[in-house]
């Protein structure tokens, strides 16, 4: 489906191991003042400036976590350094190091990481944080990378996902459903591929969900807003999964009950089509579709009229006492208790 | 070779991602004032009290990295900490918590990970590190583990690589070589197994080189004792490929040459009578053999009574200038070119 049109292959046995992580790593520039020592030592040195310091890491295997017959490799890398940044912006913090490690087989050309190194450039430019760091190794079978993320905070601004209380609202950022869509083409089309390998689809319809999926963003400029609007929310947590089980993650650390109204969910027009298309449900994939990265948050009443009206931010229910429990109302104004639909890795 | 007193065999689907980690890390608990926030939320939180901080990361892929037909699995999880906690000495820093990312296959079964996580406890223990993340997922083949460490160190009392200057005397500490012969005799039981798996091997006379192997130590104690003594290295590194690739490192990176003593090069009887057994030059093991995660270091002229006589530090040669080159001088006192041939991955 996505054509190679770099046609070089140079093995990966034709350069050491330093060389090639030398080599991958040549364009790469430190940006941050916090960077004191990037690659190159036995460790990197980081000067948070006083700050507290959020350390996330993260682990992909292709064919458990991407397939690479519909995921470009720039994509990849670009994907697998986002959705770290998006694990330190949940703690209302603003990334600013990432180390990349991975392990590839021989079948694997120095070409082809390159194009993967080049989409954690592009990360890393987008997002100002700087590549501090990692391994560069063999493996048996396909592709692993892992990658930590740091990130600094204002030990005041730290929000946990055990902060919520009820009355307070429940609010999303952006519009979900479309990650979990977006696959939901790529699977169809790679079927469509198996059959007619000439086939050339138009997918131009469904340019955005696509996007959701393979070129998600970590939403930095969300924990900016919230600065800049003045508020702090008192818990959060990103949507990896599917928005149910991140709200129950929030409930039960909080120990607090939730009302979501399905009607306020936000979703994006093309969503709604696909969805159609696929005779899905789109609440179900809201619910349980994952991958959006959206932060869910939970906000003071008297923060309501500073978000009000901001196109960024969605009040989708509110926070009860726990022993209301889970539900959400629908549009028929039925109360369904909320379950965990999330992604299950074994 | 190694048996598996644990007969109960749990397969991993039986519990899910989020039961199964915090099984594994119930046990675990935070020690360090620095760990304001450990596992459980989107990330961790760690205050380094105006100190800088220390990062490093390490990917140990099976096939590749380890051989579970003689790494006892409690025995690999504490290694895998420990080497990254060594990177965190070679900066002259204390290391004080890591994140552990592993992906698995479903040969591998509930009581394996707890043995796994069993070395990473007791690693966490002795070294005073808290685990405060990490990621457990599943692959495709075998076992795949990512370590991240973390450490913290006043500005002024940093280590690089490139800080050796002409006339430093060049100092490991412990002895170098058994870990590498520690692996020669488990590979050669290891043939010997697979011809006879009733042979019951007496490795008794090869304790030590076996445990360099398999349950390596970070430098910490060499970190505190240079602290005592008052002497900051110029340079350091630490050593886990083989000596000469870490003295040539430090040599290019601080712009110098370099003069090591073939009779300096401190080696453990054990070492030097297996070397024998093996018909293997001891020199060219300590030089080429690597995972001993010593210490190299330069240091001053001036700090040299402060070392001298300590058991735990060895002089084995002096830093000139860069245009001299870098040499070993044999016991028959000729000068030999240093190469490197330290661990090749690809």
């Known amino acids: 489906m996505i054509e190679d049109k770099n046609n070089a292959r140079t093995p990966l046995g034709e350069l050491g191991e330093f060389t090639l992580i030398n080599h991958l790593t040549r364009d790469f520039s430190n940006k941050r003042n916090t960077t004191i020592k990037g690659v190159g030592d036995d460790a990197a040195i980081i000067d948070p400036n006083n700050e507290q310091v959020v350390l996330t890491t993260d682990m992909l295997i292709e064919g458990v976590h991407f397939d690479l017959s519909y995921m470009p490799l720039k994509h990849l890398g670009y994907k697998a350094v986002v959705v770290n940044l998006s694990d330190v912006c949940a703690m209302n913090a603003i990334p600013t190091q990432v180390t990349v490690s991975i392990a590839v087989s021989n079948r694997f050309s120095v070409e082809a990481l390159e194009d993967f190194y080049a989409g954690i450039k592009t990360a890393c430019d987008i997002y100002d944080v700087d590549l501090v760091g990692g391994d560069t190794t063999s493996s048996v079978t396909g592709l692993v990378i892992s990658v930590t993320a740091i990130g600094t905070v204002k030990s005041e ?179 369904v208790e909320l379950i965990a639909r999330g992604w299950k890795s074994f």
């Open 157 to 335: 601004n730290i929000v946990y996902r055990n902060g919520a209380k009820p009355n307070d609202l429940l609010v999303v950022s952006g519009d979900i459903g479309g990650a979990y869509m977006g696959l939901q083409v790529l699977e169809r089309e790679k079927e469509v591929f198996k059959v007619n390998p000439n086939n050339q689809p138009d997918l131009s319809m469904y340019s955005y969900i696509i996007e959701r999926q393979l070129k998600p963003e970590a939403r930095k400029d969300i924990i900016e807003l919230l600065e800049k609007l003045e508020v702090k929310p008192t818990s959060m947590i990103d949507i990896s999964d599917g928005l149910s089980s991140e709200i129950i993650h929030l409930c039960k650390q909080s120990e607090v009950g939730v009302e979501l109204y399905e009607n306020k969910i936000p979703l994006d027009p093309q969503v709604i089509s696909v969805c159609e298309e696929f005779d899905l449900d789109s609440t179900t994939i809201a619910l349980s579709g994952g991958e959006d990265y959206e932060l869910l948050m939970t906000i003071s009443q008297q923060d309501y009229d500073k978000i009000k009206g901001n196109p960024n931010l969605t009040v989708i229910g509110f926070i009860s006492e726990a022993a209301v429990g889970m539900h959400l109302i629908t549009r028929a104004e039925t109360k």
